[in-house]
C-alpha cells in the first residue's frame, strides 16, 4: 500500500523560504518508473502543478515558479522535499504531494504519468 | 505550455442524471490525460487515466473518452457521493496542466 504525507510550517511571513517534506512509504523512488509531484491549491481554487522528481533524479519544474522552487530526495529517508523561497501571500494554499507512476500500456510504447495516491495536504498560510 | 479547459465549469444535476464533463487542451496531447475527483477538504482521488482505463476500485459508472484534444468524462447514473469537483490532468509534456474544475452540485 502506497503512502504519502506532506508536513512543514502552517503559517510562514512574506520573503520567508517555506520547506516542505512529503514521506513516503510502499514505493522506491529509485528509478525513471516512478516520480513524486506537488501540486498546490490556493483556497477556493484550482489545483496547481508544481513540480516532479524522478527516481533517476529528474526535476521538472512548472516555469511561472522554476526561479523559486528547488526539489530533492533523500532515498534513504523515503523523503521528497520541496523549497520555495521568497514567499508571498498569493503562495497560500494547501500543498500536496503526489505518487506518479510512469507505466507503458504496450512494451516500448511511450509512456503515461498520473498522480496516485496523494497525500493529505497540508494548508500552509502567509502571512505577517 | 498547453492550456485545459473545462466546461462546464459548474453544473446541477439530480441523481440518477448523466453528467458529461468535457476537456479541450489547447494542443494534441494524444491520450495523456487522467480525470481526479475531489471533495471538500480532501485529496484528489483518481478516476481515470490515459483518457479512458478505470482505476481500481473506481465504480464503472465513470468511463471516459477522447483523444487529440477533446476529452469527456462521463457518470452514466450520478449516485450522492459523486457530488464533487472533477479534474482534468494532461501529462503530454512538461509542465503538466489542470485544467480549472468542474463542480458538480445537486439540483
Known amino acids: 500500500q502506497i503512502t504519502l504525507k506532506e508536513s512543514g510550517p502552517t503559517l510562514v511571513k512574506p520573503t520567508q523560504t517555506l520547506t516542505l517534506t512529503c514521506t513516503f512509504s510502499?514505493?522506491?523512488?529509485?528509478?525513471?518508473?516512478?516520480?513524486v509531484g506537488w501540486i498546490r491549491q490556493p483556497p477556493g481554487k484550482a489545483l496547481e502543478w508544481l513540480a516532479l522528481i524522478s527516481g533517476d533524479d529528474d526535476k521538472r519544474y512548472s516555469p511561472s515558479l522554476m526561479s523559486r522552487l528547488t526539489v530533492t530526495k533523500d532515498t534513504s529517508k523515503n523523503q521528497v522535499v520541496l523549497t520555495m523561497t521568497n514567499v508571498d501571500p498569493v503562495d497560500t494554499a494547501t500543498y500536496f504531494c503526489?505518487?506518479?507512476?510512469?507505466?507503458?500500456?504496450?512494451?516500448?510504447?511511450?509512456?503515461?504519468?498520473?498522480?496516485?495516491?496523494w497525500g493529505q495536504g497540508i494548508l500552509v498560510t502567509v502571512s505577517s | 505550455a498547453i492550456q485545459m479547459t473545462q466546461s462546464p465549469s459548474s453544473l446541477s444535476a439530480s441523481v440518477g442524471d448523466r453528467v458529461t464533463i468535457t476537456c479541450r487542451a489547447s494542443q494534441g496531447i494524444r491520450n495523456d490525460l487522467s480525470w481526479y475527483q475531489q471533495k471538500p477538504g480532501r485529496a484528489p482521488k483518481l478516476l481515470i487515466y490515459?483518457?479512458?482505463t478505470l482505476q481500481s476500485g473506481v465504480p464503472s459508472r465513470f468511463s471516459g473518452s477522447g483523444s487529440g484534444s477533446d476529452f469527456t468524462l462521463t457518470i452514466s447514473s450520478l449516485q450522492p457521493e459523486d457530488f464533487a469537483t472533477y479534474y482534468c490532468l494532461q501529462d503530454y509534456n512538461y509542465p503538466w496542466t489542470f485544467g480549472q474544475g468542474t463542480k458538480v452540485e445537486i439540483k
Open positions: 490515459a483518457a479512458s
Open positions: 510502499g514505493f522506491s523512488l529509485t528509478t525513471s518508473e516512478v516520480s
Open positions: 503526489a505518487h506518479s507512476p510512469r507505466i507503458s500500456m504496450i512494451r516500448g510504447a511511450r509512456p503515461y504519468n498520473w498522480f496516485d495516491p
